[in-house]
């Protein structure tokens, strides 16, 4: 494909795109640049690359400077990786991450829990002190690649409050599962336990849209739906976000509020990691401090159960023929998980990563700030 962007008209903001893989070789650049070792950098840039190549724009290429390479410079994640297993038994290892590179510490960890599952039927790896790992149905999917079943979580800062509670107490806590299928893409269940998520929230921001009502909620309980100033009271703990089925009873919300606790107690219980409050990204002075992070990976070996032949074949069943049930009035098609991030990977295999003018700019200045001037990009002559 043609180093020029591709572009389209979206609204007020011209959407560019550019090539999946220049993307991802500029990330692992200006990830080198500010100390990370060259092999971390392009484990670092594959993980976020994976989120725009499955349309999860909200974890992307649009995160990689402000949650990534901010964060090193203000001395807030080590560059440099120190994995340590502090514990380790033929099934199951505990890793001290030592404030690293999140997604090194993630892809290390799930490759450890899969070298167990190859062995022993079932691997576990729980992990403490790391940091932001980037989309966890990365991991997930590193299992069903090797015919098994992977499952992963992680908690985060508080942004949740609990059924009934206007404190943001718990952390996004995505709970995923990744299982390979018959079908051509595998069935990966990629979500956070709340509503929506901070990622989702960044984004509406950049492209300057509101809030649906009850994904945000105030001191007062009532809605809020300007995305710039929930993430700023986020971080002040002046909103929260509603879990899963929303705040109160009536879509059962303390399901949401039930499953973001599971995640929270195997990311920190059985690692003696840090929870809750301790895990907000600032002291009682205000003071930014490292985020500290937990996480656990499962791998589980099919063949210890079933050949992976014959589960494949029976979940592509399951899957086609919940796609084949009967439709609303109105609705075209109905979807199962992994399938709609399939349908965008097909879309953008041929046009890369699109980029809003916020991001060309941000990427133009990071770019010049580092000395990368082998980048060409196809908004270079657009105006900031």
Same mark, same amino acid.
């Given at each position: ?9 979206t609204?007020?903001? @011209? ?10 070789? +500029? ?6 640049? %500010?100390? %990370?070792?060259?092999?971390?950098? #392009? ?13 999860i724009?909200?974890h !992307?290429?649009? #995160?990689?400077?402000?949650i ?6 203000a001395?807030?994640?080590n560059?440099?990786?120190? +994995?340590?297993?502090? $514990? ?12 690293g590179?999140?997604?090194v510490?993630?892809?290390r960890?799930?490759? &450890?829990?899969? @070298?167990?599952?190859? @062995? ?11 940091t ?12 069903? @690649? ?57 984004l ?11 994904? %945000?909620?105030?001191?007062d309980?009532?809605?809020k ?18 879990p ?5 009873e009536?879509?059962? !919300?303390?399901?949401?509020?039930g499953?973001?606790?599971? %995640? ?5 219980s059985l690692?003696a990691? &840090?929870? =809750? ?11 930014k401090?490292?985020? #500290? ?5 499962f791998?589980?070996d ?16 399951? =899957?086609r023929? &919940? ?9 075209? $098609? ?17 046009? !890369?990563?699109? &980029?809003?003018?916020?991001m ?25």
């Amino acid at each position: 494909m043609s180093q020029e962007a591709k572009s389209s008209a979206t609204g007020k903001s @011209k959407i560019l795109y550019e090539p999946f893989d220049k993307m991802e070789q +500029f990330m692992a650049d200006v990830f080198a640049k %500010v100390g %990370v070792p060259e092999s971390d950098a #392009r484990i670092c840039a594959e993980v976020l690359i994976e989120a725009d190549k499955r349309g999860i724009d909200s974890h !992307g290429v649009g #995160r990689f400077k402000p949650i990534y390479i901010d964060r090193i410079k203000a001395g807030l994640q080590n560059p440099v990786t120190d +994995f340590e297993i502090i $514990r380790e038994g033929p099934t199951t290892a505990v890793i001290d991450g030592h404030n690293g590179m999140g997604q090194v510490i993630g892809k290390r960890s799930m490759e &450890l829990a899969i @070298k167990k599952a190859k @062995k022993y039927g079932l691997g576990m790896v729980a992990v403490r002190n790391s940091t932001h790992y980037g989309i966890a149905g990365y991991y997930a999917l590193m299992a069903a @690649k090797e015919n098994m079943i992977g499952i992963t979580g992680t908690n985060a800062r508080p942004s949740i409050a609990p059924t009934f509670g206007i404190e943001n107490m718990l952390g996004t806590n995505p709970l995923v599962f990744g299982m390979p299928t018959d079908e051509y893409f595998s069935f990966v269940i990629d979500c956070a336990t709340s509503i929506t998520q901070r990622g989702k929230i960044e984004l509406y921001a950049r492209e300057g849209k509101k809030l649906p009502p009850g994904w %945000v909620i105030d001191q007062d309980g009532n809605t809020k739906t300007d995305p710039a100033v929930v993430l700023e009271e986020l971080n002040s703990g002046k909103c929260a976000l509603a879990p899963l089925g929303g705040a109160g009873e009536e879509l059962a !919300g303390y399901n949401g509020y039930g499953y973001a606790t599971v %995640v929270e107690i195997l990311s920190s219980s059985l690692q003696a990691g &840090l929870f =809750l409050k301790d895990l907000a990204d600032v002291d009682s002075n205000g003071k930014k401090v490292p985020s #500290r992070l937990g996480h656990f990976f499962f791998a589980i070996d099919i063949a210890s159960f079933i050949e992976p032949e014959s589960f494949k074949k029976n979940t592509g069943d399951i =899957l086609r023929s &919940l796609r084949n049930s009967k439709k609303v009035p109105g609705q075209e $098609r109905i979807y199962t998980a992994g399938e709609k991030e399939y349908i965008a990977w097909m879309d953008r295999k041929d046009k !890369g990563v699109p &980029l809003n003018d916020v991001m060309q700019k941000i990427i133009r200045t990071t770019r010049d700030e580092y000395g990368l001037s082998q980048y060409k990009f196809g908004f270079d002559t657009l105006k900031s």
